[in-house]
């Protein structure tokens, strides 16, 4: 099982739609970041969240790091074609250990 | 400033064989970790390495080993091929040590 549990698996929208993807765990993270991974590609850092209850915006991504530091959310207004990819979150341990979930892969149709 | 770099990007082995994979950090990084990608398994930790010492180490069988060199350049490497580790395998640099991680491009290993 994975420490980190991405919902929903997989998603497939018309651009212009909102969307949110979520990322669960029963553990503490000292920090907690998302990532794109486009095929045939490594992943590209989005951005980290470090503080319980931190909101962070990346243009049209909202990322929202849970109070207790054990879930977060991404969420994308009007998504555009370009959004596509997979969206993977990765949480850091409180021995410093990284752990990533299996990811999001999301399709966002013209 | 350069970012990670990984070589080859492609490899076809045979089982049995044992190959090498070579990452280059972005500069002032000492920090370098490798996983494996499947489709099945996801992203999954092998080890890293933090001035030329691995700091913290996956679930993988002894055959994944790697090093760490002086300018932080890093090799990994994988004995006695087996087909299951046909996959794309990722170098990331960080600046400290498990912070906020800088994928290279990937190797991808096909084991036939």
């Known amino acids: 099982t994975q420490l980190l549990e991405q919902s929903p698996q997989f998603l497939s929208i018309q651009e212009g739609e909102n969307l949110t993807v979520y990322c669960n765990s029963s553990s503490v993270f000292s920090s907690l970041q998302w990532y794109r991974q486009e095929p045939g590609e490594g992943p590209v850092l989005l951005v980290t969240v470090v503080t319980g209850g931190e909101v962070k915006k990346l243009k049209r991504l909202t990322f929202q790091f849970g109070d207790a530091r054990k879930d977060s959310s991404l969420h994308i207004t009007a998504a555009q074609p370009g959004d596509t990819g997979l969206y993977l979150c990765?949480?850091?341990?409180?021995?410093?250990?990284?752990?990533f979930g299996a990811g999001t892969r999301l399709t966002v149709k013209p | 400033k350069a970012g990670v770099t990984q070589t080859p990007r492609y490899l076809i082995k045979t089982r049995g064989q044992q190959v090498t994979l070579s990452c280059s950090p972005i500069s002032g990084h000492r920090s370098v970790s490798w996983y494996q990608q499947t489709p099945g398994q996801g992203l999954q930790f092998l080890f890293e390495y933090f001035s030329e010492t691995q700091r913290n180490k996956g679930n993988f069988p002894g055959r994944f080993s790697g090093r760490q060199f002086s300018n932080s350049r890093s090799e990994m490497n994988v004995s006695t091929l087996e087909l299951g580790d046909s996959a794309l395998y990722l170098c990331a640099s960080s600046g400290d040590s498990f912070g906020e991680q800088f994928f290279g491009p990937g190797t991808r290993l096909t084991v036939l």
């Open positions: 990765a949480g850091g341990l409180l021995n410093n250990d990284m752990r």
